[in-house]
C-alpha cells in the first residue's frame, strides 16, 4: 500500500477532503489532479530484524527435517519459526501496525544436516548461517512459494523483504556434512583480529570452514553438492545457470562468484529488495564491490522483466555488518594496519555498533545532532542502521527491558535506519536463565504476553505510535535535525527530496497536561497540526499551539 499526497483546487474555491492515514495535501491546477507519493528512504526507514525460526510458527508440518532431533542446548535447535509464520503476521497487520516498512531475516537457505557441540549441547543451524546448500531454502524455513507469497504480501504493504547473505563461510563440519574440498575452504589459520590478514584470511572460529575468497583459481563444483541436486533431479539446470552466469560476467569459476551466482538468484526470481551481509570485514573488501555490481545487474533484470512488480526507482538495500564499525568513523573502519571504506562502491549502509553506547552516555540533543550532522556530511547519500539489541551482541542496552519506552525513543526518533530487533517492541527478554552465549539474546517471541498482558500492550502501543510516525514522515529518519528548545526538549526534522516536502515537530520529556508550543519559526499562522501521539488536532494560533494530554511526548504533524 503507497501513501499519496492528493489535492484538488477548483476555479471558484478550494474545498478541503477528511485524509485517510494514507494521504496528505499538496497543490494542483483546476484541470488536473496531481498524485504524488511519499517517497519510501531506505536512510530513513523502520526496519524489522527478526530470527526466521524464532518469530513465528506459521506451518507445523515443516519443523523437523533431515532427522534433526537430538536433544539440543537450551534454545539451541529449531523451534518451528518459518517463512509462513512471518507472512502470517504481515496479513494480520502486524508489522503495518508497527510502522515497519522493511523485514530484514536471518539466512533461510538450507542449513548443515547435523548438529555441533562446542561445549554448549548439540547446537543446530536454526540461525541460518550455517549454509550447506545456498541454491535450496531449507525445509525448516519453508518453500520457494513461501518466499514468493511473502515478497509479494510484503509489496502490497509497502514493505521491502532484506535477506542476509553469506559469503565469508559455509556451516561446520558433522558426521552429515562433510568439510568442502581444500580449493573452496580453508580449516586454519583461526582469526587474531590483531591486524587486516589476521581479521581476513582465517576461520573466524574453530571447525568453521572459511571460503576461500582471495582465490581467482577456476574449481569444480563441490562433490556433495553434485551427488545432492543429482539426487533432487536439478543438477543440469543448476550446471546450465551456472554456465549462463560465468559466460555473461567473464568471472573465473573462483568460489566467492559460485555464491554470488547463488545469493542474486533470490533478486532475479523473488525480487527481494536488498540484503544484509554477514561477516563484511572477514572478507577482502573487493569481494564487495564485486557482489554490489551482481547484484545491482539482478535487481535491475528483476525491474526489466517484472514491470508490473516495481515498487520505485530505489537502488538495490545492501547494508553491510562490518563487526565494531561506529558512525564516528565517518565512512572509514579501521583495521589497525589499514582503513577501508566499506561505503563508496560496496554498501548503501553499514550497521553502526556504537549507537547502543551513544544511547546509554549521551542525552538526546548531542545525539540527534551527532547524527544528523553526520549523515548529512560526511556519510551524506548513505546510511547507518542503527540498532538497541540484536541477535549477536552479547552487551545490549536493555537486556532486562527496564527501559522499553526510552529505548523506542531513542531508537525511533534517531536520524538514520532503525533496526527494532524482534520483541524490542514487546519488551521479550534478553536474559534467559540456563542457556548459553548468545542463545540468550534469541527466545521465542513473546506472543503470548503480547496477547494478554496489559503492560505488553501498553510497550507495544507507544512502539506502534512512534514506528507509525517514522514510516509517515521520512523527515524522521532522513531529515535535518534542529532543536527548537532545550527545555522543555523541542525539535524539528525537515526532509526535501524533488517536489517531496516534509517537516514534523517532535516533543519529549515534556509536562504532562497541558502544553503551550511555540511552532511561529516552524509552521504558518492557522495551519491545522495533528499530535500524533495523542490524536489531538490544534491550530496554530499568535504562533503557538496548544496539547492537553496526560503524555510527556508530541509527535508534530500536519493536517
Request: with cysteine.
Amino acid at each position: 500500500m503507497h501513501r499519496y499526497l492528493v489535492v484538488i483546487i477548483l476555479t471558484v474555491s478550494a474545498f478541503g477532503c477528511k485524509n485517510n492515514q494514507n494521504s496528505n495535501i499538496v497543490e494542483a491546477n483546476n484541470k488536473e489532479m496531481v498524485i504524488q507519493k511519499t517517497p519510501f528512504v531506505w536512510e530513513g526507514a523502520n526496519l524489522y530484524f527478526l530470527l526466521t525460526d524464532r518469530f513465528n510458527n506459521g506451518d507445523t508440518s515443516n519443523d523437523i527435517n533431515f532427522d534433526r532431533t537430538k536433544e539440543t542446548g537450551n534454545l539451541r535447535g529449531f523451534e518451528g519459526g518459518d517463512i509462513k509464520g512471518v507472512t502470517q503476521k504481515l496479513k494480520e497487520g502486524y508489522f503495518t501496525d508497527l510502522g515497519i516498512n522493511a523485514i530484514w531475516m536471518t539466512p533461510i537457505v538450507e542449513q548443515i544436516h547435523g548438529g555441533t557441540d562446542e561445549g554448549t549441547g548439540v547446537t543446530y543451524g536454526f540461525h541460518g548461517y550455517w549454509a550447506k546448500d545456498w541454491t535450496n531454502i531449507d525445509p525448516n524455513y519453508g518453500t520457494k512459494e513461501d518466499l514468493h507469497e511473502l515478497v509479494k504480501e510484503a509489496h502490497q504493504r509497502g514493505i521491502r523483504i532484506v535477506l542476509d547473505a553469506v559469503i565469508n563461510h559455509t556451516g561446520p563440519v558433522t558426521e552429515k556434512d562433510p568439510v568442502w574440498p581444500e580449493d573452496w575452504v580453508r580449516k586454519s589459520p583461526q582469526c587474531k583480529y590483531d591486524n587486516y590478514e589476521n581479521t581476513v584470511t582465517c576461520t573466524l572460529v574453530k571447525n568453521l570452514p572459511d571460503i576461500r575468497t582471495d582465490s581467482n583459481e577456476n574449481v569444480e563444483l563441490p562433490p556433495q553438492l553434485v551427488e545432492k541436486w543429482k539426487s533432487e533431479g536439478r543438477y543440469e539446470q543448476e550446471v546450465k545457470e551456472l554456465d549462463e552466469f560465468f559466460e555473461r560476467t567473464g568471472h573465473p569459476r573462483a568460489p566467492r562468484f559460485y555464491i554470488m551466482k547463488w545469493l542474486t538468484d533470490y533478486i532475479t526470481e523473488f525480487g527481494v529488495d536488498g540484503y544484509r551481509c554477514d561477516t563484511v570485514k572477514h572478507t577482502e573488501a573487493y569481494v564487495w564491490e564485486e557482489f554490489k555490481k551482481e547484484c545491482d545487474y539482478a535487481f535491475e533484470q528483476y525491474k526489466t522483466n517484472n514491470p508490473e512488480k516495481v515498487l520505485d526507482d530505489n537502488d538495490f538495500y545492501l547494508v553491510g555488518e562490518v563487526y565494531n564499525y561506529g558512525i564516528s568513523g565517518g565512512k572509514m573502519y579501521d583495521y589497525g594496519d589499514k582503513k577501508v571504506n566499506y561505503y563508496d562502491d560496496m554498501f548503501s549502509a553499514q550497521i553502526n555498533f556504537e549507537f547502543k553506547w551513544n544511547a546509554k552516555e549521551m542525552p538526546y540533543q548531542p545525539l540527534f545532532k551527532k547524527y544528523s550532522d553526520t549523515l548529512n556530511g560526511p556519510l551524506k547519500d548513505f546510511g547507518v542502521l542503527n540498532y538497541l539489541s540484536s541477535h549477536d551482541d552479547g552487551s545490549p542496552f536493555d537486556p532486562s527491558r527496564e527501559k522499553p519506552y526510552k529505548t523506542a525513543n531513542y531508537l525511533l526518533l534517531a536520524p538514520g535506519t532503525s533496526q527494532v530487533y524482534y520483541g524490542d517492541e514487546s519488551a521479550r527478554s534478553l536474559v534467559i536463565e540456563g542457556t548459553q552465549g548468545d542463545a540468550t539474546l534469541r527466545s521465542f517471541m513473546n506472543w503470548d504476553d503480547i496477547n494478554s498482558d496489559e503492560k505488553t500492550k501498553a510497550i507495544l502501543e507507544h512502539w506502534q505510535k512512534l514506528g507509525k510516525f517514522r514510516e509517515r514522515h521520512p523527515a524522521v529518519g532522513a531529515g535535518t535535525h534542529q532543536m527548537i528548545t532545550q527545555k522543555p526538549y523541542l525539535f524539528y526534522r525537515s526532509y526535501q527530496k524533488g517536489d517531496f516536502k516534509d517537516l514534523v515537530v517532535v516533543g519529549l520529556d515534556l509536562p504532562k497536561g497541558k502544553k503551550v508550543i511555540d511552532v511561529s519559526k516552524i509552521y504558518e499562522e492557522r495551519v491545522m497540526l495533528k499530535d500524533a501521539y495523542s490524536g489531538q488536532e490544534t491550530t496554530v494560533e499568535n504562533g503557538k499551539i496548544t496539547i492537553n494530554s496526560e503524555y510527556n511526548i508530541v509527535l508534530i504533524e500536519k493536517q
